[in-house]
């Protein structure tokens, strides 16, 4: 059993004036998602999905887009992306998945998960360049999740390796504060998403930085097909 991740599907099934069609390297891309889905990963494997879900603003309107995620194969644990304006209370979402009968997906919210021999741990995340105080009053507060989730995967005396929608350190600037928590609690590997294929790709950074490996896995930097964790 394999466990892989991807970030920034942003499926638009229920809106489709909000399609990534109409940006370069977009084409046709659910169809290729779905390929390339299918040939990596198995009905007993876990995908971890780090947020930009679906476009829909609310819960009700983002049934087609669990309705293809559910179809894929594999386990699915979502993480909270910026652009995720669905996203309502946990018990709300989990009474959705419910009762839409997508068994095959959950949800990572102040939480953390054991898959397998390691503990998934993981938010949202913030700017890495916090310029208002509620900017910095909401990286505090997801600093506290990911500490949170964090401390659960001790508890458990399992490895944890973090997901992160927005890329703790990019180009010469990083988030102090969750860089400075993933090193004190010996986080080893950090994936992330958020920043997109092509200019902004220019400034990322990926492989050790600071004791940490570091990975961007949007679906359009990464061909749209998930990558393995482990």
């Known amino acids: 059993m394999a466990i892989f991740t991807i970030s920034d599907l942003h499926l638009s099934f229920g809106n489709e004036e909000k399609s990534m069609e109409v940006f370069a390297g ?6 290729r998602l779905k390929e390339n889905w299918e040939k990596t990963v198995k009905n007993e494997d876990t995908v971890i999905i780090i947020g930009d879900i679906s476009w829909a603003m609310k819960l009700e309107d983002s049934f ?4 293809f995620i559910n179809n894929l194969p594999g386990k699915k ?3 909270k992306g910026n652009h995720d304006y669905w996203w309502s209370t946990t018990a709300k979402v989990n009474n959705f998945l419910k009762q839409s009968g997508f068994e095959s997906i959950s949800i990572l919210y102040n939480s953390a998960l054991k898959v397998e021999d390691i503990c998934v741990c993981g938010t949202r995340g913030w700017l890495y360049r916090c310029e208002t105080d509620q900017d910095r009053k909401i990286l505090n507060r997801e600093v506290g999740r990911l500490e949170r989730s964090l401390d659960e995967a001790k508890k458990e005396n399992l490895e944890p390796v973090v997901f992160l929608h927005y890329p703790p350190v990019y180009g010469n600037e990083e988030s102090e504060e969750i860089i400075n928590l993933l090193i004190e609690k010996k986080v080893k590997k950090c994936y992330y998403g958020h920043i997109h294929d092509g200019g902004a790709t ?4 990926e492989g050790n930085y600071k004791g940490i490996d570091f990975k961007l896995v949007s679906c359009d930097y990464i061909n749209f097909c998930p990558v393995s964790v482990r």
């Open 77 to 79: 644990v979502l993480i």
């Open 202 to 205: 220019k400034r990322l950074v």
């Open 26 to 31: 977009w084409g046709n891309y659910t169809a």
């Open 64 to 67: 087609k887009d669990f309705e």
